[in-house]
């Protein structure tokens, strides 16, 4: 799979309103994109455009592929809460993407992706009766059978506990390598940790982050990490209304 770069510029509108003006988004082919910031900015607003999902929301200006394809079914997208299905197995859960389109799903490799993220055994258990870390990893390979050359990742770790959210960026950074990622969140370890590449949103545009030179993932320990972390932080702190 050769995996294209995205460029997204312009203005994005929220029903008749402006919410984020100046977009210049540059994400590159094969490398993992972050887009932070405050709760209400459009962080996911911008996800499901990308993703091609409909909603009241527009952009004026242009969303496109680096190698002039276009986007659509090229494009998996991976919510917070996994949004399984609570009455199916985990099987059915992982292949419904081809049962909603009217295909045969490919049951090798839906139980070739569970067994590679551990869940082998799990395959006929509903959501109701795994963790939360389990359940993401079932979102995962939800998302990896669509086998689509850009994904985007929508605050996925953020109902985890602390250690199991580290644990799953690393398998997720694993599993999507060589993909475009577009990996939303408002966790500013989560983006140190795992973006090639890295913006702060606020509704005046985009601001591009200084990441540290280490290869993503990172390691939480590094200094160069922790560091990164607290400017963030205290930026992110400062565009918090009063």
């Known amino acids: ?10 203005e994005l509108w ?7 003006r100046n977009l210049r988004l540059d994400f590159p082919a ?4 972050c887009l932070l910031g405050p709760s209400g900015v459009g962080k996911s607003t911008l ?4 993703a091609g999902l409909a909603g009241p929301f527009q952009l004026q ?13 090229r494009v998996a997208m991976m919510a917070q809460d996994g949004q399984l299905l609570p009455w199916a197995s985990v099987l059915h859960n992982v292949t419904i993407g081809a049962r909603l389109r009217g295909q045969v799903p490919d049951m ?26 389990q359940r993401q990893r079932v979102a995962l390979a939800r998302t990896l059978i669509e086998d689509c050359p850009i994904v985007v990742l929508d605050e996925p770790f953020s109902a985890l506990d602390a250690a199991t959210r580290l644990a799953m960026q690393d398998l997720a950074a694993r599993m999507l390598a060589t993909r475009t990622v577009v990996l939303i969140t408002h966790d500013p370890l989560e983006a140190v940790r795992l973006a090639d590449k890295a913006w702060l949103l606020s509704p005046d545009g985009a601001c591009a982050l200084d990441l540290p030179e280490t290869v993503p993932p990172r390691s939480y320990r590094d200094d160069a990490t922790l560091a990164m972390q607290a400017r963030l932080l205290a930026r992110l702190h400062g565009m918090q209304p009063a």
């Open 30 to 33: 094969g490398q993992w994109s």
């Open 108 to 133: 090798a490799r839906a139980r070739s992706l569970l067994a590679e993220l551990g869940l082998d055994a799990m395959a006929h258990r509903r959501p109701g009766t795994l963790s939360g870390g």
């Open 47 to 50: 996800g499901r455009l990308i």
């Open 1 to 10: 799979m050769t995996a294209p770069g995205l460029q997204v510029q312009g």
């Open 14 to 20: 929220l029903d008749r309103a402006p919410l984020i």
């Open 61 to 73: 200006g242009h969303c496109r592929a680096s190698d002039a394809v276009p986007l659509s079914g």
